[in-house]
C-alpha cells in the first residue's frame, strides 16, 4: 500500500474529526465516547463546509485540501477557549458567565 493513501486517510480523520470533537466538548459534558465521534463527525460535516462557503462567497477566499487547516484552526481555538471558559470557575464568577454545563 502506498504511504500517500495512508497519510491521506489519517488527514481526512483528522480534518473530519477534531473541530467537531472539540464542539462536543462544548455542547455536551457527559455522552458517551461513540455518541461523542458520531456528534463530533456530524459537527464537523456542519462547521467546516459553511465555513467554507462563507469564506468563498464574502471574501473570494480560495480554499483547497492543502489551506482547509486556515479554516480549521480557528473553529478549534474557539472551541478550546469556550472549554477554558465553562471550566474556570473564577472567570466565569469575574465575567459573570452564564454557559450551560
Do not use: A, D, Q
Not at 37 to 52: A, G, K, R
Amino acid at each position: 500500500m502506498n504511504i500517500s493513501i495512508i497519510w491521506m486517510i489519517i488527514r481526512g480523520l483528522i480534518y473530519l474529526l477534531i473541530p467537531g470533537f472539540v464542539w462536543s466538548y462544548v455542547f455536551w459534558k457527559k455522552i458517551t465516547i461513540i455518541e461523542r465521534i458520531i456528534f463530533s463527525f456530524l459537527l464537523t460535516l456542519l462547521i467546516i463546509p459553511v465555513s467554507v462557503f462563507f469564506i468563498n462567497y464574502f471574501k473570494n477566499g480560495f480554499i483547497l485540501s492543502h489551506n482547509l487547516y486556515l479554516v480549521e484552526i480557528p473553529w478549534i481555538i474557539i472551541g478550546l477557549f469556550m472549554i477554558f471558559l465553562k471550566t474556570n470557575k473564577k472567570l466565569n464568577k469575574f465575567f459573570n458567565i452564564k454557559l450551560n454545563g
